[in-house]
């Protein structure tokens, strides 16, 4: 079967190398899947890790500040539920664990309408605090 008898559109073109389109393309589909590469194996590796560790030594490191540590870098509480609530930026999750910011959590959830609103009115909404809760939302 000839590829011309699949696709009849004659201007088809599957990699153009004049077309700076296609290199940008190709760049950028390479780059995620490098990063998802190393991602997984990283992350299985830690994993196996965290298990082997655990096995060794029991209860000794059954404990959340180890795992909670593996996988959000992270043993501060709010810092962990802003995680889990979409904030990832790690200037944002400094300011936003701070005492003064208390008010805005609700058990495992964190009211980003009105942290964004405090935001807004505390730095401006053009400051990179206000752009990392409305970015979420």
Do not use: C, W
Not at 5 to 12: G, H, L, Q, T, V
Not at 60 to 86: H, M, P, R
Not at 123 to 129: A, G, H, T
């Amino acid at each position: 079967m000839n590829l011309d008898e699949i696709n009849e559109d004659s201007a088809y073109v599957l990699f153009d190398k004049n077309n700076l389109e296609h290199f940008n393309t190709i760049i950028i589909n390479s780059l995620d899947q490098t990063q998802n590469l190393i991602e997984f194996h990283v992350k299985k590796y830690i994993q196996d890790f965290y298990y082997r560790v655990r096995k060794i030594h029991g209860s000794i490191y059954e404990n959340n500040d180890f795992g909670n540590f593996l996988e959000f870098s992270a043993i501060d509480d709010k810092k962990i539920i802003l995680i889990e609530n979409g904030i990832i930026d790690n200037f944002a999750l400094t300011e936003f664990s701070k005492n003064e910011y208390s008010k805005f959590y609700d058990g495992g959830k964190v009211n980003l309408n009105e942290l964004l609103s405090y935001v807004e009115k505390k730095f401006s909404n053009e400051s990179p605090y206000y752009y990392a809760v409305s970015d979420i939302i």
